[in-house]
């Protein structure tokens, strides 16, 4: 089909295309293609209504459709209030879920208010005067006004409620991917506004955490990145693991002296930190790869703490990289093994897309080596790179978060635990990642191939205790 765009041009009448025109939903491609054989049997019928200035108000499809059908086109000036007109002929013509209601009247209380705030600027920050007599006043007169008239003028005209506009708003704000799919009618306004509530939320909890405390600095310390020059930051003057949050609670203890991925996840609970404004100061290079050469004398700094808790003595090495990644230089590999050596009693814990690097480096005694998979071509390569080390004290585990797709194994012997969870919301520096929850059949087939081969299975939290938990089957009774 072709684009409006390329068809204006084909008729200097047209000078642009009017705010009100654009906010209204597109017709579906089945609903044009109907338009189009009507106009090649019929003609046009309705003209093609422009502003005064020559902007295209209504007939958006039309015109489409008189070009596709190679019929003469007939334009149409209105001098009436153009938003008024739009609402008029296609909000009330069209069968228009509330959602692409809600999403109209958003854009048209919008416009109003970028059209008051420019004529605010033209009188000199005050808004233009109204005379007594006047008894009704207009949307631009009232649309900063402190309370909701604008809003109720607009719901109004557009036929929608007002709190629909607010949840709109929301939408638009958080997630506007949803809101678009809210305007062309794939998606309704309910289940987008949970959505963008959820993602709030998300981005207020990043905001309100405060920053790891950085006491007690007294020289500074560098950052190499993988590419490009390092940077001085300031050294705390002694350099430990960091304890980890509830959300955490299969090792107490965090330790990055490698941060960074170039593998490009878009659920990445990594990037969403190493961007977040809170933690600016210790990722200068955002998610780039780089050596923090200075938090290598953590293990040695930090005293496992005497517990019968056997998480307390354990580490996730590089929770906010990917140590073993194919970017990454042996030479920063070996300086993280050698700290790990230099304090022995700690359990150090590894995570990789790439275990093939896991039997290229000389193994410790006490440590997890882990493999990610996400999908079942990844199954293969993994399970070939674990089988091909070994060694005394070794443990081999296999993180299946997110789980997106049915997963089947192969053998696990050499396997010493199974990590089952969901793909949790996120905000990556392009926009909010939505929480997708693992399905259960596909969850419950893993959990039994761990059980007929004696595999330990740990199911993580969010795949029932917090979002966004498991797609539980819902099926009706019957039998084929």
Not at 255 to 278: D, K
């Amino acid at each position: 089909m072709t684009n409006l765009t390329d068809i204006m041009i084909h008729y200097p009448e047209i000078t642009g295309i009017h705010p009100a025109c654009d906010a209204v939903p597109r017709m579906s491609d089945s609903e044009l293609d109907e338009l189009i054989e009507d106009i090649r049997a019929h003609g046009l019928t309705d003209a093609i209504m422009l502003t005064d200035e020559g902007l295209l108000l209504d007939g958006r499809h039309r015109l489409i459709a008189c070009y596709e059908a190679c019929e003469d086109v007939r334009f149409q000036s209105t001098g009436v209030e153009p938003w008024a007109y739009t609402c008029s002929k296609n909000l009330k013509r069209r069968h228009l879920t509330v959602g692409q209601k809600a999403v109209f009247a958003l854009e048209m209380l919008e416009y109003q208010k970028k059209q008051a705030k420019e004529r605010q600027k033209e009188h000199g920050h005050t808004a233009p005067g109204k005379p007594k007599e006047s008894l009704q006043p207009t949307l631009a007169e009232v649309i900063n006004d402190p309370a909701p008239q604008a809003r109720d003028i607009v719901a109004k005209q557009a036929g929608v409620g007002k709190m629909a506009i607010d949840k709109a708003n929301k939408i638009a704000e958080y997630t506007p991917d949803l809101a678009e799919q809210v305007k062309d009618g794939s998606m309704d306004l309910e289940p987008a506004y949970r959505e963008a509530r959820k993602v709030e939320k998300r981005q207020k909890e990043l905001v309100g955490k405060k920053p790891f405390p950085s006491v007690h600095l007294n020289k500074t310390a560098l950052i190499v990145p993988l590419e490009g020059e390092a940077k001085e930051i300031p050294e705390p003057k002694t350099v430990r693991f960091n304890r980890t949050t509830d959300a955490v609670d299969w090792a107490k203890w965090t330790w990055n002296p490698v941060t960074g991925c170039l593998h490009g996840c878009s659920f990445c609970y990594a990037r969403e930190i190493a961007y977040s404004q809170r933690m600016e100061a210790y990722y200068p290079f955002k998610f780039e790869p780089a050596l923090h050469g200075y938090r290598l004398d953590a293990p040695k700094n930090t005293k496992v703490p005497v517990s019968d808790d056997e998480t307390e003595g354990r580490v996730f090495v590089c929770s906010m990289a990917d140590l073993f990644g194919a970017w990454v230089p042996e030479d920063w590999i070996k300086q993280v093994f050698d700290a790990c050596q230099e304090a022995p009693e700690w359990e150090y814990l590894f995570l990789t897309k790439w275990p093939n690097r896991y039997s290229q480096v000389p193994l410790l005694e006490k440590a997890c080596y882990g493999a990610s998979i996400i999908q079942q071509k990844d199954v293969d390569c993994v399970t070939k790179a674990m089988q091909e080390f070994d060694g005394p004290g070794i443990k081999k585990w296999i993180s299946l978060e997110p789980m997106l797709e049915p997963i089947v194994f192969g053998d696990l012997s050499w396997c010493d635990l199974m990590v089952i969870g969901s793909q949790t919301a996120t905000i990556q520096p392009d926009g909010p990642q939505p929480a997708i929850a693992a399905d259960f059949d596909s969850v419950v087939d893993v959990v039994n191939q761990c059980i007929a081969q004696g595999v330990p299975r740990y199911l993580k939290a969010n795949l029932g205790l917090e979002e966004p938990g498991m797609k539980l089957p819902k099926m009706s009774p019957g039998r084929k």
